[in-house]
């Protein structure tokens, strides 16, 4: 494959798009410089040539302009597989159902695991040896211990189901934030480490990073949230959390999250051998407005 190819396929994967405004703006420069150059050539050369000969010259220049517009993105703008951040954002809040396992780095056994369905409207969590389920169409919370085949039921309050469906809108505690707008002066940033994809095959890893002040001493603590995003998928695959004191130098490993995404009768399944049928019986269906992006 010679450089014209690769050229080609370089701009192809770039999906740039101009609006119509600006190709009339850039035409019309173009006009004009060239007509001064024109202008400049031998009085000799009759008008009927120069259209043809300016439509060359434009064909020229949008050839160099998109060599250009490859070298700003190849070596100093953001590549257009990249993902932003907003756009992770956008993916999780549509994301209907979803288990986050969640364990500490020298465990074996994870501190929890949660299930959450958009769908069914649950969310159920795993914790040491006890079950939780919010089952909120039907407004109640179902605790079981593992142990044990009873099961405890407490009806919700209307504040109860107020803070669940909020938990729920926080995108399953997955990511830091629960709006883009709430992080502070983070930066995000793609982690070019052959070491840290390899931990996970498949993925592009990605790093944000902000400080907290601790406002009863002052301290200023560094967090770091790391997330692997799944090539095939367009999901986040494993999330790790880190934090550091202003004064140290390397961040301390805390946790670190495997994230799956189970179908709606599989959850069905765990909560029905969990509960019984009873949480899994049809509802009225609620209505749920489209995920508006933050």
């Not at 050229?7 to 420069?29: C, F, P, S, W, Y």
């Not at 999901?235 to 995404?261: M, N």
Request: glycine share 4%; with cysteine; net charge neutral.
């Amino acid at each position: 494959m010679n450089s014209a190819d690769n050229i080609e396929r370089a701009v192809e994967q770039l999906h740039i798009t101009t609006r119509a405004e600006t190709d009339k703006h850039i035409l019309d420069d173009a006009f004009v410089v060239l007509e001064k150059s024109a202008q400049k050539q031998s009085p000799h050369v009759g008008r009927s040539v120069r259209p043809k000969t300016l439509r060359i010259r434009i064909a020229e220049l949008a050839a160099v302009a998109a060599v250009i517009l490859v070298i700003f993105a190849l070596f100093f703008g953001k590549s257009a597989t990249d993902v932003g951040l907003g756009e992770i954002y956008q993916v999780i809040g549509a994301v209907e159902n979803i288990c986050i396992t969640t364990f500490e780095p020298v465990a074996n056994e994870p501190m929890q695991v949660e299930w959450v369905s958009q769908t069914l409207n649950i969310d159920m969590f795993r914790i040491g040896k006890q079950l939780v389920l919010w089952d909120i169409p039907n407004k109640v919370k179902m605790t079981k211990y593992l142990s044990s085949d009873s099961v405890k039921t407490q009806i919700l309050s209307g504040e109860m189901l107020s803070k669940v469906k909020q938990a729920a809108v926080q995108r399953f505690g997955l990511v830091p934030f629960s709006k883009i707008s709430d992080i502070p002066g983070a930066r995000w940033t793609r982690l070019e480490d052959s070491e840290a994809e390899a931990a996970v095959s498949g993925t592009k890893v990605y790093d944000l990073t902000w400080q907290e002040t601790n406002t009863a001493s002052g301290a200023i603590k560094l967090r770091k949230w790391r997330v692997f995003w799944d090539r095939d998928t367009n999901l986040p695959k494993r999330t790790e959390w880190y934090s550091k004191l202003q004064s140290e130098e390397e961040y301390t490993f805390e946790t670190f999250a495997v994230v799956t995404y189970p179908t709606e009768s599989q959850i069905q399944v765990l909560i029905r051998n969990a509960f019984g049928s009873a949480p899994t019986q049809p509802r009225d269906p609620e209505y749920r407005g489209t995920p508006q992006p933050n």
